[in-house]
């Protein structure tokens, strides 16, 4: 069966440090890869998909950028953390074939930025 | 563009009572839609999705949701609520014109009080 793991799952970051948050998926062979963030508990903001390795698309422009080094890892970076970075990270994926399946998620990742 | 709207930012419903949480769409042509649940501090769960077919679609842990095409609607029901529901809950759309982008309402709080 199909796994997704994220970490780290709590972090506490100054700001003006950079950002490394990791997800790999197990069990699926060339996923589509997203990430989200959730601010306040609340709404869900797609940042970045993947439909393949090196293959990177960005929804919001801002302080965040998004690696896919491998096919089953996706990593989210920033250079510089600003206190507005501060969320809920989720990490997803979906099967890349078809049109219909849903999306899978990780338990997520607090980052509070002070 | 493809969303889904949920009107209510908070429901709350006796044990044992139905409950409803509403979510409107807004997608040109046949829509595919989705309810996830959340638990504090946790990733989102699949709940169910409808893809073609009958309108009412039945899902884990005991809800449903009908597919009503003329109100452009897909409300999550179930018909005996445990303390347990209580969570926040998500409808989503898969995006027609990009299917590899899925958006998300801004969640309805379900209160189930003994």
């Known amino acids: 069966s199909q796994t997704i793991h994220q970490w780290p799952a709590t972090l506490v970051q100054p700001v003006g440090s950079p950002l490394s948050l990791e997800c790999t998926v197990e069990?699926?062979?060339?996923?589509?890869l997203y990430w989200y963030r959730q601010a306040a508990g609340r709404g869900l903001q797609l940042l970045f998909y993947s439909v393949g390795i090196g293959q990177i698309s960005s929804e919001v422009p801002q302080n965040l950028s998004a690696s896919r080094p491998q096919d089953r890892q996706f990593i989210l970076s920033s250079k510089k953390l600003l206190l507005s970075d501060s969320g809920f990270y989720l990490c997803?994926?979906?099967?890349?074939?078809?049109?219909?399946?849903?999306?899978?998620f990780g338990e997520g990742s607090r980052l509070t930025v002070l | 563009a493809q969303s889904v709207a949920q009107p209510e930012d908070q429901v709350n419903v006796a044990e044992g009572n139905p409950l409803t949480v509403k979510c409107t769409y807004s997608v040109s042509g046949n829509p595919y839609l989705f309810w996830y649940v959340q638990y504090p501090n946790r990733g989102l769960q699949f709940l169910l999705k409808y893809i073609t077919g009958d309108n009412l679609v039945k899902g884990s842990y005991g809800f449903e949701a009908e597919f009503n095409k003329s109100q452009t609607s897909f409300h999550l029901k179930k018909p005996s609520a445990l303390v347990s529901d209580s969570a926040l809950y998500f409808c989503a759309v898969r995006d027609r014109g990009n299917f590899n982008k899925f958006y998300f309402g801004s969640g309805t709080k379900l209160n189930v009080k003994p």
């Open positions: 069990g699926t062979s060339n996923p589509n």
């Open positions: 997803a994926w979906s099967v890349s074939t078809g049109k219909t399946g849903e999306l899978f």
